[in-house]
């Protein structure tokens, strides 16, 4: 159950993250800046790295732990980012005005809230058996 807990999430932020972002609406918006755009590409650089590194570490070493500290970093990093987006001005809204939503919630928000809460209950059972 770990595994798929912990695989589910990497796939989110290592790879479907990346691939929703390489776009016009992120890395190529000509309305970023350039600074802004080489903060973006790192990001994603750097998840999908660390997301590489926490499958290594459940598929091939079985180091459950560390692979869900890591992942839930990266998933409650993007919450608490949306949570304080207030206070620095953020949004998850195109320039347009328009949101990805399901059922009204943000898709960042609404699969990163369910990975983390998953990586939060492998946790717990990593805590239990100690690994």
């Known amino acids: 159950m770990q595994k ?3 695989t589910f999430s990497i796939i989110l932020y290592a790879f479907a993250v990346p691939y929703l972002e390489i776009n016009d609406t992120h890395v190529f918006n000509p309305n970023w800046t350039p600074h802004v755009r080489i903060h973006e590409v790192w990001q994603l650089i750097t998840n999908t790295s660390i997301g590489l590194l926490c499958l290594w570490l459940v598929w091939k070493k079985k180091e459950y732990k560390i ?3 890591l ?3 990266i998933t409650g990093g993007f919450l608490l980012a949306f949570t304080i987006q207030d206070t620095y001005g953020g949004s998850m809204k195109y320039l347009d005005g328009s949101e990805k939503t399901i059922a009204g919630v943000n898709i960042g928000v609404l699969g990163f809230g369910i990975a983390f809460a998953l990586l939060f ?3 717990i059972i990593s805590l239990r058996k100690n690994d």
Do not use: A, D, E, K
Request: hydrophobic residues 60%; charged residues 0%.
């Open 4 to 6: 798929s807990i912990i």
């Open 67 to 69: 692979s869900t500290i």
């Open 71 to 73: 992942s839930m970093l």
């Open 121 to 123: 209950v492998s946790l």
